[in-house]
């Protein structure tokens, strides 16, 4: 992967999130069907079923109840993209949530683009 093909996947991902109430089926077409998702967060959401989910549609299901439970206020951008980092088979994003938190995604992309693996960070 180029610089370039890791800026454009970057630019679509952040625009889905971004989208006003955020576009789900923008987002959900940044992962491939056989995704692994780890995220500090989602025992929270799930009643503490674990902090990994597999599968698209344990993905959506999971984004869409984040979406509903966590709105982003009126006219505030809810990731600030901060920094880009490529790695072999992965990208690094940094960014500042809508709620003033430091975050970083590391995504595994497969060679169509999507991703396969993505394990979250907060700080």
Same mark, same amino acid.
């Given at each position: 992967m180029t610089f370039d093909e890791a800026r454009a996947f *970057? /630019?679509?991902w952040?625009?889905?999130? !971004?989208?006003?109430? &955020? /576009?789900?089926?923008? $987002?959900?077409a940044c992962y491939d069907?056989?995704?692994?998702?780890? #995220?500090?967060? $989602? *025992?929270r959401f799930n009643g503490g079923s674990g902090a990994t989910?597999?599968? $698209?549609d344990a993905v959506r299901?999971?984004? *869409?109840?984040?979406?509903? #439970? !966590?709105?982003t206020p009126p006219g505030v951008v809810r990731f600030s993209p901060m920094h880009l980092?490529? &790695?072999? @088979?992965?990208v690094l994003l940094l960014?500042?949530?809508?709620?003033? @938190?430091l975050a970083g995604e590391v995504?595994?992309?497969n060679p169509g683009g999507r991703i396969v693996r993505s394990i979250s960070h907060y700080g």
């Open positions: *970057a /630019d679509r952040y625009a889905a999130w !971004n989208a006003s109430g &955020g /576009d789900l089926d923008a $987002i959900m069907p056989l995704i692994e998702h780890s #995220s500090p967060f $989602i *025992a989910l597999r599968g $698209i299901a999971y984004f *869409a109840r984040a979406l509903v #439970s !966590n709105p980092t490529l &790695g072999t @088979e992965s960014y500042r949530r809508w709620t003033g @938190e995504f595994v992309l």
